[in-house]
């Protein structure tokens, strides 16, 4: 237990020096390509930095402990927005444009409560997994071809000139990624071992343990992004991380093994996910020149996340 405490704390400051490294790489791609902050916001670091969850979700799929699995990626989500979100929010307000509104909450929204339905007889089966990587297929492909062809339009003002060299850049871009797996991995570990050394189940481990450790690449980006007044950036990892979490790592996962599951999956934490995605969406929108998630905000989206991790560790 003492070595997993210890692989926490060292992954944990190693994940925060990476992730500014990564934020940094990122806005000079983004310059560099004249892409907006929004397109690298959601395809490279949104994707980027949900392979920690879709890595954990294969291996686990393959070693036959989908519960972990599927727990990783939903319970991903539900840390993504009540936790990266909230507590960003209480350090510094995050501005939300206008763009992010029109654009891509309507499609996080759908595919949120979508879930509802495709679990209602609580299986995913290799089919379902098929429509969904078939729906992230179509969804990234789309989303390539008109966030590129619209970058220009696009919101968001990073910096005119890019910082250093553009091979210096991608050399960054790669290690600091790959320390970002490497670290986030290393919480993970250390966090599962703590976990079973107190017999906690499964499930759980896969929703709050591992879902934590597996969201903590996307808590780091974001709130160094929001530290460099990369609004766009930012939100653009969460919402590209939970589309890429509810298509292609349950996709995958699906494939690989059918799952069944335990009715609390959809009746509590389906539930959580659909809630915050909902609050979310609410603190978003104003009428015009988009919104601010304050610390008010920031404060409630991390108290229901808060108020959640507890449930699940008192019914354990």
Same mark, same amino acid.
């Given at each position: ?15 925060? !020096? ?8 990122? &806005? =000079? ?5 004249? !892409? ?18 879709? *890595? ?20 991903? @989500? ?30 996080? &929204? ?51 000139? $890019? ?25 993970? !570990?250390?966090?599962? @071992? ?6 906690? @189940? ?34 653009? =990892?969460?919402?590209?991380? @939970?589309?890429? =979490?509810? *298509? ?21 934490? $389906? ?34 996340? &808060? ?6 560790? $008192?019914?354990?």
């Amino acid at each position: 237990m003492l070595t997993g405490i210890i692989a926490m704390a060292v992954g944990g400051l190693l994940l925060y !020096w990476s992730a500014q490294r990564f934020v940094v790489a990122s &806005v =000079n791609i983004a310059i560099f390509f004249k !892409w907006s902050p929004l397109f690298v916001g959601i395809i490279i670091m949104g994707f980027a930095t949900s392979a920690p969850e879709l *890595l954990t979700s294969i291996i686990a799929a393959i070693e036959h402990v989908p519960g972990i699995a599927i727990g990783n990626a939903y319970g991903s @989500n539900i840390a993504n927005i009540g936790l990266c979100i909230g507590l960003t929010a209480l350090f510094k307000p995050i501005k939300v444009s206008r763009n992010i509104i029109k654009q891509e909450f309507p499609f996080l &929204v759908l595919i949120t409560f979508a879930t509802v339905l495709l679990l209602f007889n609580f299986k995913l089966t290799r089919i379902d997994g098929t429509l969904l990587l078939f729906i992230f297929i179509i969804f990234f492909c789309t989303k390539i071809f008109f966030m590129r062809k619209e970058s220009t339009k696009q919101g968001g003002n990073p910096p005119t000139k $890019i910082s250093q060299p553009l091979s210096t850049t991608l050399l960054w871009l790669v290690t600091s990624f790959a320390l970002l797996l490497v670290s986030a991995q290393a919480l993970v !570990w250390g966090a599962e @071992n703590v976990a079973l050394a107190l017999h906690i @189940n499964e499930l759980t481990i896969g929703l709050t343990v591992v879902a934590i450790g597996t969201s903590l690449p996307e808590c780091a980006a974001t709130m160094s992004a929001i530290k460099q007044q990369q609004s766009e950036l930012a939100l653009g =990892n969460i919402i590209g991380s @939970n589309i890429f =979490n509810t *298509l292609a790592a349950v996709g995958l996962t699906s494939v690989i093994t059918p799952v069944v599951l335990p009715s609390a999956i959809l009746y509590r934490d $389906i539930m959580v996910m659909c809630l915050l995605t909902l609050l979310f969406v609410v603190f978003c929108y104003k009428a015009k020149g988009g919104a601010v998630i304050g610390r008010t905000k920031g404060a409630a989206l991390l108290i229901v996340y &808060v108020s959640y991790i507890i449930y699940m560790l $008192i019914t354990l």
